[in-house]
């Protein structure tokens, strides 16, 4: 399943730490969005990691699940890219 997180976090080593723990999912679409390409495991603990990092009080996070078809219906304009998961290779 495709999963489009996007935020507003107030304090900069609070949004430092989110990002970070957000690139081990997946790649900044944007500067504050991440698509990534979970199955529901993964999925499950990215919510758990942004969970123990956002303040409830201030920040503000979006988490998207997309279902095949839409994520086959994305539309990118102007500079943008669709982006997709990097290969990888387990050794």
Do not use: N
Not at 36 to 46: G, H
């Amino acid at each position: 399943m495709q999963y489009v997180v996007c935020y507003d976090i107030a304090d900069d080593r609070r949004r430092d730490r989110i990002a970070s723990a957000l690139l081990d999912y997946g790649p900044r679409a944007q500067e504050s969005v991440f698509v990534a390409t979970l199955d529901d495991e993964l999925a499950s603990k990215m919510v758990s990691r942004l969970e123990k990092l956002v303040d409830e009080r201030v920040d503000r996070v979006h988490v998207f699940m997309l279902c095949g078809t839409c994520g086959a219906k994305t539309r990118v304009m102007g500079m943008a890219e669709v982006v997709e998961d990097r290969p990888f290779y387990v050794l």
